[in-house]
């Protein structure tokens, strides 16, 4: 397997690799450090995981050169693994805001929400926009949720979720930049600073679930 000539595809697949390396540092975090392990918590490693896996598979995907049924085949295992990751996500902040007994029945309808949207994308290259909407409204939601939470304190770590949620929205909104290109000791285009920012987006959440 070949490493793929570009620069700025090497710069992104690296990035990709340093963004699986966060997630599934933070599962760790998550799994060591929390005082009693629970389901809130698998949600959120869960969600990570999937994160990582994702990026792990963007890494091989950008930074190889591969035939051109298996760059179909990892990109739809990127969007699969992200698209489920926003659902359980979505969950995870169901939790938080209303309980355990309304995560349960969130679930079901969000993992086919993310299966469904996943499915959509992929009925034509350009409906993948649809995948960058569910993510934003994901996240906007996210975000109010946890602000309110953060001012009314009726969950420990809120303001660190808030904040983590925040860096991730300013990731959603570079992503889409086509024209977005620098070089920084290395050739830089959207995608490898969007999983640099990301990254930052999920310490900060790792740090707010460990307080609670």
Same mark, same amino acid.
């Given at each position: 397997?070949?490493?793929?000539?570009? =620069?700025?595809?090497?710069?992104? !697949?690296?990035?990709?690799?340093?963004?699986?390396?966060?997630?599934?540092?933070?599962?760790?975090?998550?799994?060591?450090?929390?005082?009693?392990?629970?389901?809130?918590?698998?949600?959120?490693?869960?969600?990570?995981?999937?994160?990582?896996?994702?990026?792990?598979?963007?890494?091989?995907?950008?930074?190889?050169?591969?035939?051109?049924?298996?760059?179909?085949?990892?990109?739809?295992?990127?969007?699969?693994?992200?698209?489920?990751?926003?659902?359980?996500?979505?969950?995870?902040?169901?939790?938080?805001?209303?309980?355990?007994?309304? !995560?349960?029945?969130?679930?079901?309808?969000?993992?086919?929400?993310?299966?469904?949207?996943?499915?959509?994308?992929?009925?034509?290259?350009?409906?993948?926009?649809?995948?960058?909407?569910?993510?934003?409204?994901?996240? =906007?939601?996210?975000?109010?949720?946890?602000?309110?939470?953060?001012?009314?304190?009726?969950?420990?770590?809120?303001?660190?979720?808030? !904040?983590?949620?925040?860096?991730?929205?300013?990731?959603?909104?570079?992503?889409?930049?086509?024209?977005?290109?620098?070089? =920084?000791?290395?050739?830089?285009?959207?995608?490898?600073?969007?999983? =640099?920012?990301?990254?930052?987006?999920?310490?900060?959440?790792?740090?707010?679930?460990?307080?609670?």
């Amino acid at each position: 397997m070949k490493i793929i000539p570009n =620069l700025t595809e090497r710069t992104t !697949a690296a990035t990709d690799v340093i963004l699986s390396a966060v997630a599934a540092g933070v599962v760790i975090y998550l799994q060591l450090l929390t005082r009693d392990p629970s389901w809130r918590i698998s949600l959120w490693s869960w969600s990570f995981g999937l994160i990582a896996l994702s990026a792990g598979c963007g890494a091989i995907y950008h930074g190889c050169s591969l035939a051109d049924r298996l760059r179909r085949v990892l990109w739809q295992a990127i969007t699969v693994c992200m698209g489920l990751a926003i659902s359980l996500f979505l969950v995870a902040v169901v939790h938080d805001a209303d309980g355990p007994q309304s !995560a349960q029945h969130a679930l079901p309808i969000m993992l086919t929400a993310g299966v469904a949207v996943f499915a959509f994308s992929r009925v034509r290259p350009g409906l993948f926009a649809v995948f960058i909407i569910y993510e934003a409204a994901a996240l =906007l939601i996210a975000f109010v949720f946890y602000i309110w939470m953060a001012a009314s304190g009726t969950v420990k770590g809120a303001e660190w979720m808030a !904040a983590g949620i925040a860096v991730s929205l300013v990731a959603a909104a570079i992503q889409p930049i086509k024209r977005l290109r620098f070089a =920084l000791l290395w050739e830089f285009d959207r995608n490898g600073l969007f999983h =640099l920012v990301q990254g930052v987006g999920l310490v900060l959440l790792g740090v707010g679930l460990v307080q609670t």
